[in-house]
């Protein structure tokens, strides 16, 4: 084979080696502020999750864990593309990303939209089980009835220590809080589909994930 075409064919494989390198490797959403990075797609049970933005919860001036938003892949075409495409469409960059930070209809909508979710935060310092039942306390006393709000608390299995990662996860009216591999699982379905406000409410106790969310799907 002549020298040109050989190495007209050692380029062409190894652009597709390179092709392929990069779509094997693995995605990541990303929290600025601690720089904790989560993939894309992650696994949990039997429920392939996306995840679609990071960022962090501050309690004072301290940061106390990075949290990744998550629904089931399934459904994300249904609950995410149908309603940029509805909502915003001919929107993109830039422009869709402050779009969709400013729609608190669109917030609503993931909290309550008919797909398992996710969310695993990532701890950066330890936090103790009542520091976790005050912000479920204060963000959900609005949308469940108090014996809902302490049924939920009673299932959180301890103190979080710097370093540990919590996955608190839906699988329809089933809601599993899991700290470092101890897991709790509660059937209820109001529960399990109000919870999500905690992060993604007007009053959210993580502002920078929602904004990530925003900027993670306008890309």
């Not at 993931?110 to 089980?129: P, T």
Request: hydrophobic fraction near 45%.
């Amino acid at each position: 084979m002549k020298p040109f075409v050989l190495a007209f064919v050692g380029l062409a494989f190894a652009f597709a080696s390179t092709a392929e390198a990069e779509a094997a490797a693995p995605r990541y959403v990303v929290d600025d502020s601690t720089g904790t990075r989560f993939e894309e797609t992650i696994r949990v049970g039997d429920t392939t999750f996306r995840c679609i933005g990071a960022g962090v919860r501050k309690v004072l001036f301290f940061k106390a864990y990075a949290a990744a938003f998550c629904l089931d892949a399934r459904r994300f075409d249904a609950v995410v593309n149908a309603w940029v495409a509805e909502k915003h469409g001919g929107k993109a960059g830039e422009d869709l990303a402050r779009a969709l930070e400013k729609d608190g209809a669109f917030f609503e909508h993931l909290e309550n939209a008919d797909a398992n979710k996710l969310v695993i935060m990532q701890l950066v310092r330890d936090v103790s089980k009542d520091r976790i039942a005050g912000a479920f306390r204060s963000s959900l006393s609005e949308v469940l009835p108090e014996d809902r709000v302490e049924k939920l608390i009673a299932t959180i299995p301890g103190d979080g220590k710097d370093g540990q990662r919590i996955l608190i996860h839906s699988r329809g009216s089933t809601l599993v809080i899991d700290i470092a591999g101890d897991a709790k699982r509660l059937d209820d379905d109001l529960i399990a589909r109000k919870l999500w406000r905690v992060w993604l409410g007007p009053d959210s106790v993580t502002p920078s994930l929602k904004s990530s969310i925003a900027r993670t799907l306008a890309r």
